[in-house]
């Protein structure tokens, strides 16, 4: 029987009550008394030198409180980059200069020149109207390998090429990998580009930036992931301010797909502007403005190689990606193609040698960054494309040929540096083939066929790594941050629980699952625990919601802390049941002493803490109250295997997906309802890009696909109804949990899914000469990859 | 947005009036218009708002048996009561965008905007429908002047479109993935003295009659008489969604489509 409660429950979102009521508090909601509202001039040629910026007109106009330039930031920091990558020889990657108003130069469309600050927002666009430029429009870089030319344009002057880096990984391993290709029996190429998405998360960014100069603080209003790595990002690099002197608020936040992490110019301008001119700043980012200044993803140009052995063995992979970065380094920007992406490499296989390049390039346009899955969807589209290509140039069932590749023994250590601790493929692949009743495939393709269609099945597994993760080893590898997450867990005296988490929920549910930990744990209803989150005035220091993070890392926090909680409630109830601490159990919020009827309440205990009448005061400190920090000491490794079903009309080249089914091992699962939501929510992105999505740009940097009238996101009757199943558990080794995160598997592991049906249906409708179609696979593209 | 005034006439005439004035501008849905000042790419210093005109709104069948629509008319209201007497005018405005669009945006609004993707074109020019303004009749063959161009003058308003009712037609809408407007749109309408096919979505010059297949369909109704066509050619669109050669494709297979469905 599910249970009703408690872990394990399908306990109901309580968060919902309040944004399906239009009860949330978003940062838009948020008005200051005296507030005012800036509106940022920006640039709209991808590449040009900024000669002058005339705001003499615009400083007359009505309702204009002050107008900011680059100028006035000079003696202010830049947006710092908090991932430094070593290139293959051991040198740092090149790190520009990213300054919150353009200075001298602009980068890409949408790079800020000025910031109009006026009374209203209309006032504050108004004169932004009335500034006048002289930008000497530039060449634009855009294509990446164009970028690389010797005699291209470069973005930053003071670099010395459009290079970041030139990072190869494992580099010792390069000349066994070269030579077990020379030994190859098969040899396996595929070339393909990730296609670059825009994330349009429901609700656009907002800043309101305030000061207090009655008491010299800071607060910061704004739709973060994680506002302590803002406060540290903003406070420390870019302002100046010292952390007990500045508060960072990121209240309801809806959606942010990895957008939401990074610390962008608007906030540190609204910061800054706030005490310049004594009055509270806010920005709210436009649907347009979005387009052209939120962090983009993906967008990697790829060749792919794996070698087999006589019997069909992988024995070695080689990958040479091209990734964009953009015209700056976003905050996390270099790790998402090394670290997230080169670490993913080795995918579900015990391939032994791999050797992973990757060049990090800029070009003028909108910095790219982690966006949902983050390096890992890219890594396993690669392979999961690659491994069903293999397979048919073998002739082999492409299930059978990863089945007979499957890493089996755990832990794995992979040959790109990661330890796979637990997870058991075979058993996702059975139940994945259980879901999709392959066997009656044959007799569903004929039937398409007999409509005029063509059918084709896809299947893929994926494996990610989450939690990020060991503050040591990505310390070792680059990170400028710490990442472990933190809890404090207050109890009250009547009994009631408040959990002040370092993680961040902006659509997770974590308000519901959390407590729902907390509940199980002490045996009380999920009503008596209350989730606080996004406030660094009262949650312990914390590093935020992304990597499916939450509850392997920020759950195991708030599990540690709620066992010194339970340990000292204990020692309560020792004392008022007269019996020694090593006795008491603790059952449905009953302390009792062990083999006896003896026993005293949870809410009769934590009286006693808070009213120490009759308390060992000489041993305990009054209170209920304690704070873990929780750094793991692996990442964890949820695992899968997806199928999709497709029909394409072969007249018109549409693909329309008859069917998707993803079975996925999270390890334990908390919720199982909000697990299958954040996996519909995954699909319906990786959906997205593999049939939807793409961003657009012309040769001279201007953004083609600047709106939804261009840009395809899909809707609900582009996507099925899935089958998802989480009911294979191979749990975690290493937290308490046993947890793995579930946050990002389903836009991981679609993508190859539904590229593999497409290119399926084409060779069973005889157009075998069709390897490969670059996402997204609209309707177009396959009809003219059909044409030949 | 910049700040405008705003008129809501009660008659076609003090609409009329209304537009004479500077920079006026006439208000159908605001679909179209009201994104593009919310953008501060169009400025009009009035709206006249065509909403509240009751001679402008409505689905009526005149005595020569045509469907007579109201210029200030909502989709939403043409799919609903042009259903009985034109099922596929019907069809059509219940395809266009959504709820909220059908139920603002007005068949006058779509035809004076004449954008190159838009539905209600291929259906006025498919019927051979004629466009009535306050100040005279103009056939749908001299309407349509290419992409956002029309016959219209300084300050006419489009106060009724009638559609002869053809005995079989049928419209097929290829979506463009991104704004579900038309990539390629067919209108196909058989007439007792001819049929008229017209496209949307694909060329540069806006709407345009496909004569080959009209000739050859008028010859004989079915999808068999356009396969040895060729597609038609002339400024097709190419574009991130779509290349000319595709659409020209689709063109055809659209056409073949209509003429299978057309009831
Ligand atoms: C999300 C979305 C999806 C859409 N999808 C589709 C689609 O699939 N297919 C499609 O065809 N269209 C689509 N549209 C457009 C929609 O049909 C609009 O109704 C249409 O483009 C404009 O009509 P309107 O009444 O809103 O005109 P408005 O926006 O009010 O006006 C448009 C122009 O016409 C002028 N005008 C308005 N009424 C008259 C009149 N009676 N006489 C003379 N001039 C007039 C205005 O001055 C203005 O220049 C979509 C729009 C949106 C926002």
């Known amino acids: 029987m599910p249970k009703d409660h408690g872990i394990g429950a399908s306990s109901k979102r309580r968060e919902d009550v309040r944004f399906l009521t239009g009860r949330g508090r978003y940062t838009d909601d948020i008005n200051l008394h005296g507030q005012t509202y800036v509106h940022f001039l920006r640039s709209d040629v991808a590449h040009g030198r900024l000669h002058k910026v005339d705001t003499s007109a615009a400083e007359a106009m009505p309702g204009v409180v002050r107008i900011f330039t680059g100028k006035d930031f000079e003696g202010v920091g830049g947006l710092p980059c908090g991932w430094q990558v070593t290139d293959r020889h051991g040198n740092p990657m090149q790190e520009p200069a990213h300054p919150v108003l353009a200075q001298g130069k602009v980068r890409h469309v949408g790079d800020p020149i000025a910031a109009v600050v006026a009374e209203t927002a209309a006032q504050a666009r108004n004169a932004a109207e009335a500034i006048v430029l002289d930008i000497e429009e530039l060449p634009a870089v855009v294509d990446m390998k164009k970028a690389l030319s010797a005699d291209a344009p470069k973005v930053h002057d003071d670099l010395t090429s459009n290079l970041c880096y030139d990072w190869g990984f494992v580099e010792e391993n390069k000349g066994a990998v070269d030579e077990a290709f020379a030994r190859a029996a098969h040899v396996t190429t595929l070339e393909l580009v990730n296609n670059r998405l825009s994330p349009n998360a429901m609700e656009p960014r907002v800043a309101v930036g305030d000061y207090n100069a009655g008491t010299d603080d800071s607060t910061l209003y704004t739709t973060s992931q994680n506002p302590h790595v803002i406060r540290l990002l903003m406070g420390a690099f870019v302002l100046g301010i010292p952390e007990h002197k500045l508060r960072v608020v990121a209240p309801d936040v809806g959606g942010g797909f990895g957008s939401k992490i990074f610390h962008y110019a608007e906030e540190a301008f609204c910061t800054f502007a706030a005490k310049q001119i004594r009055r509270p700043v806010k920005w709210t980012c436009s649907r ?78 909108v910095p790219v ?322 049939l939807l999505e793409n961003v657009s740009y012309d040769e001279n940097g201007q953004l083609l696909s600047a709106s939804y009238m261009d840009y395809a996101m899909p809707r609900a009757d582009d996507v099925p109804f899935y089958q998802v199943d989480h009911s294979c558990v191979t749990p975690c080794t290493h937290n308490p949990l046993g947890v793995k995160g579930c946050g990002e598997a389903g836009a991981i592991g679609s993508p190859p899914a539904v590229v593999n049906a497409v290119i399926d249906a084409l060779h069973r409708g005889g157009m075998t000469h069709v390897a490969h179609i670059d996402m997204p696979l609209t309707p177009a593209r396959v009809w003219s990859a059909m044409q030949g | 947005m910049y700040n405008f005034e705003f008129a809501k006439p009660a008659t076609i005439a003090e609409a009329v009036e209304a537009l004479a004035g500077e920079e006026a501008q006439a208000l159908g849905g605001g679909q179209t218009l009201l994104p593009t000042m919310k953008q501060r790419l169009a400025a009009p210093a009035t709206l006249v708002s065509l909403n509240a005109i009751p001679e402008m709104i409505g689905v009526c069948v005149n005595e020569a048996g045509e469907v007579c629509i109201g210029g200030a008319t909502p989709h939403a209201t043409v799919a609903r009561e042009a259903q009985a007497q034109y099922p596929a005018l019907a069809a059509l405005a219940s395809h266009i965008g959504d709820p909220a669009v059908r139920n603002r945006g007005t068949i006058g609004g779509s035809l004076a905007n004449n954008d190159p993707s838009a539905c209600y074109p291929a259906a006025a020019l498919g019927s051979g429908a004629v466009i009535k303004t306050n100040t005279r009749d103009i056939p749908a063959d001299d309407y349509f002047q290419g992409m956002f161009e029309t016959a219209l003058d300084e300050g006419e308003i489009i106060t009724e479109v009638r559609f002869p009712v053809p005995q079989k037609a049928n419209y097929q809408k290829f979506v463009q993935p991104a704004s579900r407007f038309a990539l390629v749109g067919v209108f196909v309408a058989k007439y007792a003295d001819g049929v008229r096919v017209a496209v949307t979505g694909a060329s540069s010059d806006g709407v345009f009659r496909w004569h080959e297949a009209e000739a050859a369909l008028s010859a004989d109704f079915s999808k068999a008489a356009i396969e040895g066509l060729a597609a038609p050619t002339g400024a097709m669109i190419s574009d991130l969604h779509g290349s000319g050669d595709y659409r020209a494709h689709l063109v055809k297979v659209m056409t073949g489509r209509a003429v299978a469905a057309a009831s």
């Open chain 1, 288 to 365: 347009s403005e979005a387009f052209i200044t939120d962090a983009h993803g993906r967008d990697h140009v790829t060749k792919i190689e794996l070698a087999l052995d006589a019997e069909n063995n992988f024995t070695a992979l080689r990958t040479e990606t091209y990734a964009n970065m953009g015209a700056y380094l976003s905050t996390f920007a270099p790790s998402v193609p090394t670290w997230l992406h080169g670490t993913l490499m080795a995918g579900n296989y015990k391939t032994p040698l791999i050797y992973v390049n990757v060049k990090a390039v800029f070009t003028n346009t």
């Open chain 1, 369 to 690: 960054d982690a966006y949902r899955g983050a390096g890992r969807p890219e890594a396993t589209y690669q392979l999961e494309r690659l491994v069903d290509k293999a397979a048919r140039e073998l002739g082999v069932d492409p299930v059978d040929l990863r089945r007979q590749n499957f890493v089996t023994q755990f832990p794995y250590a992979t040959p790109v540096a990661v330890e796979y601790d637990t997870g058991d493929y075979h058993a996702t692949m059975d139940k994945l083939l259980e879901m999709i009743d392959r066997d009656g495939f044959e007799a569903r393709a004929a039937k398409s066929k007999a409509d005029g269609k063509l059918r084709g099945l896809g299947i893929n597994c994926y494996i990610e790594a989450c939690g990020i993760a060991p503050s040591a080893l990505v310390g070792q590898l680059g990170a400028r941050a710490g990442l472990y997450e933190s809890a404090t867990v207050r109890v009250n005296a009547t009994g009631g629980i408040v959990v002040m988490t370092g993680s961040h929920s902006h659509g997770q549910g974590h308000e519901t699952s959390f407590a729902q930990v907390v509940a199980d744990m002490i045996g009380v209803p999920e009503a008596q625990v209350e989730i606080v989150h996004g406030d660094t005035a009262n949650t312990p220091m914390g590093m935020g919601t992304y990597g499916s993070r939450s509850i392997a890392v920020g759950g195991s926090a708030m599990v540690r802390a709620t066992e010194k909680i339970i340990n000292k409630a204990k020692k309560i109830a020792a004392h008022l049941l007269e019996a020694s601490d090593s006795d008491i159990e603790l059952k449905d919020g009953q302390f009792t002493v062990a083999g006896t009827d003896k026993s005293v309440a949870w809410g009769d205990v934590t009286l006693a803490a808070y009213v120490p009448h009759n308390y060992p005061l000489t041993e305990l400190e009054p209170g209920l109250e304690e704070t873990a920090f929780y750094d793991p000491n692996n990442f964890t490794y949820p695992a899968g295997a997806y199928a999709c079903e497709v029909e394409i009309d072969p007249d018109t080249g549409k693909v329309r997906i008859c069917s998707f089914a993803a079975a996925d091992d999270f390890g334990n699962v908390i919720n199982p309802m909000i697990v299958s939501g954040q996996v519909h929510g995954g699909l319906a992105q990786g959906i997205g890009q593999a």
